[in-house]
């Protein structure tokens, strides 16, 4: 079946170390998203990439879809605390009706100040 | 807007006993899903409605039932609680349409089966 790996599973930073999370699927994928969740919270939408090599940008946050679409990334410019939480990647699941998202297990970013 | 709301936040059950956990979005939008977070795991779905009067079974379904009460109105219930279903449980809604399929996650509900 369709899987979704995300490393590293945890990552620890120092506040202005750079961050990257990366997102490995087993099949070609149509788009991606990514979802923020803070400590205690609920996962917010952050973005949602669908081109081939598309690169977007939100202020230090760089996300990249691979150009073979199987893969995918985001880098933190300059950590900081506000940039704690887990992040996760979740492409469609085409196993599902009218494509689910399938949600890789997430990397969990701490950030020292 | 009040988005999607979930309660009850917090409860605590013992090992047999029922309860259902209730989710309302007000965002017009057309499918809920309901899943479950537990460490390590990721989310991992339990059960969707694509459209009011429809529901379907996701990765884990065995020991719930849900039940799309209208276009809003999403609930999902534990008949007979076990203490592996112990875990985080969100509730989410989505406009399924071309260019729009962005979730929008309620706050939670922590669920302790003892």
């Known amino acids: 079946g369709q899987q979704v790996m995300q490393i590293p599973q945890y990552q620890h930073v120092q506040e202005g170390e750079d961050f990257t999370t990366y997102c490995n699927s087993s099949?070609?994928?149509?788009?991606i998203q990514w979802y923020k969740q803070r400590p205690g919270g609920h996962p917010v939408f952050l973005i949602q990439?669908?081109?081939?090599?598309e690169v977007k940008k939100q202020k230090r946050l760089t996300f990249q879809f691979g150009e073979a679409k199987k893969n995918s990334s985001l880098h933190i410019t300059a950590t900081q605390t506000t940039d704690v939480g887990t992040y996760f990647c979740?492409?469609?699941?085409?196993?599902?009706?009218?494509?689910?998202?399938?949600f890789g297990k997430g990397t969990k970013l701490s950030v020292k100040p | 807007n009040a988005g999607v709301t979930q309660t009850p936040k917090f409860q605590v059950l013992k090992t047999g006993q029922s309860m259902t956990l209730q989710c309302a979005q007000d965002?017009?939008?057309?499918?809920m899903y309901w899943y479950r977070q537990d460490p390590g795991m990721g989310l991992r779905l339990i059960y969707y409605?694509?459209?009011?009067?429809?529901?379907d079974k996701g990765e884990v379904p065995n020991g719930y039932n849900v039940s799309r009460l209208n276009k809003r109105e999403f609930s999902l219930r534990l008949e007979s609680a076990a203490p592996s279903q112990t875990s985080v449980y969100f509730c989410?809604?989505?406009?399924?349409?071309?260019?729009?399929?962005?979730?929008?996650f309620g706050a939670g509900s922590r669920l302790t089966v003892l």
């Open positions: 989410a809604s989505r406009l399924y349409r071309a260019g729009a399929n962005v979730l929008t």
């Open positions: 990439l669908v081109k081939s090599g």
């Open positions: 979740a492409p469609p699941n085409y196993g599902g009706s009218q494509g689910n998202l399938i």
């Open positions: 409605s694509a459209s009011e009067g429809t529901t």
């Open positions: 965002m017009n939008h057309n499918s």
């Open positions: 099949t070609t994928l149509s788009n």
